[in-house]
């Protein structure tokens, strides 16, 4: 995505020297982004020196607040997937809950693709990513 090959290409809504934001291709929950360092990095912790892990995190708030703010959810969800075997780029998973879910489609059920994932169309997406831009 950062090499600008078209195959990856997300809706960007936030970038700096150091990290990108951008809207999930695949999401479960309206308003699912990742939050990535532009280093490739493998370990959630162990890669970083504190300084760099704790601006990340300060962008990781930041994307989690404009989505709580701009789509009006119950529950942020904030969390690192990722596998040696595949995925291996360190990320952030930032996941808005809307309100009224039943509790047994929350937490895990609603991060899970084999659920469903949402079909939004693109103009909706860079909208959204819009309104998100905005925010931060």
């Not at 960007?12 to 020297?17: K, N, S, V």
Request: some cysteine; overall charge negative; hydrophobic content about 40%.
């Amino acid at each position: 995505m950062l090499a600008g090959d078209p195959q990856s290409q997300h809706h960007i809504f936030y970038e700096d020297a150091h990290s990108v934001t951008f809207l999930n291709k695949y999401p479960t929950l309206y308003g699912y982004s990742l939050v990535c360092p532009k280093a490739h990095l493998t370990e959630v912790t162990g890669d970083f020196l504190l300084e760099g892990y704790l601006r990340l995190q300060s962008v990781v708030y930041r994307v989690a607040e404009a989505l709580r703010q701009e789509l009006g959810a119950e529950r942020v969800y904030i969390l690192s997937l990722g596998s040696q075997q595949g995925n291996s780029h360190v990320h952030w998973h930032v996941a808005p809950l809307p309100p009224g879910v039943p509790y047994e489609k929350q937490q895990f059920h609603a991060l899970m693709a084999e659920n469903g994932i949402l079909q939004i169309p693109d103009e909706e997406m860079k909208d959204l990513a819009s309104r998100l831009r905005k925010r931060l």
